[in-house]
Nanobody, 124 residues
Framework: QVQLVESGGGLVQPGGSLRLSCEAS????????MGWYRQAPGKERELVAS????????NYADSLKDRFTISRDNAKSTVYLQMNSLKPEDTAVYYCNADLYTGLAPRITRRDYWGQGTQVTVSS
């Protein structure tokens, strides 16, 4: 089985920073794209940022690209989200996502996995 475990969420004041981490573990053959999504109360889940397998291609929600930075460490099977200048409207549950292959060659399967989510609250 595969698990994505997020950490780093919490309560922060407006203007503060947080760094989220998400480590993938289990029977992983290869990790492709990874990303972060968020869901605020009463709203749909939305893409925050994504990063390609090699880390060279990133994609951000237009409204967040100046404040958030996604990165990954493939040696640790971990993706990060650095969030700066946080605003109350950034309050949400943040979910990690990974497109990956599981199993052993030649019996490998590709699918999406999600973490359990980590709460980020921006409030004074």
């Amino acid at each position: 089985q595969v698990q994505l475990v997020e950490s780093g969420g919490g309560l922060v004041q407006p203007g503060g920073s947080l760094r989220l981490s998400c480590e993938a573990s289990g029977n992983i053959f290869r990790i492709n794209d990874m990303g972060w999504y968020r869901q605020a109360p009463g709203k749909e889940r939305e893409l925050v940022a994504s990063i390609s397998s090699g880390g060279s291609i990133t994609n951000y929600a237009d409204s967040l690209k100046d404040r958030f930075t996604i990165s990954r460490d493939n040696a640790k099977s971990t993706v990060y989200l650095q969030m700066n200048s946080l605003k109350p409207e950034d309050t949400a549950v943040y979910y990690c996502n990974a497109d990956l292959y599981t199993g052993l060659a030649p019996r490998i399967t590709r699918r999406d996995y999600w973490g359990q989510g980590t709460q980020v609250t921006v409030s004074s």
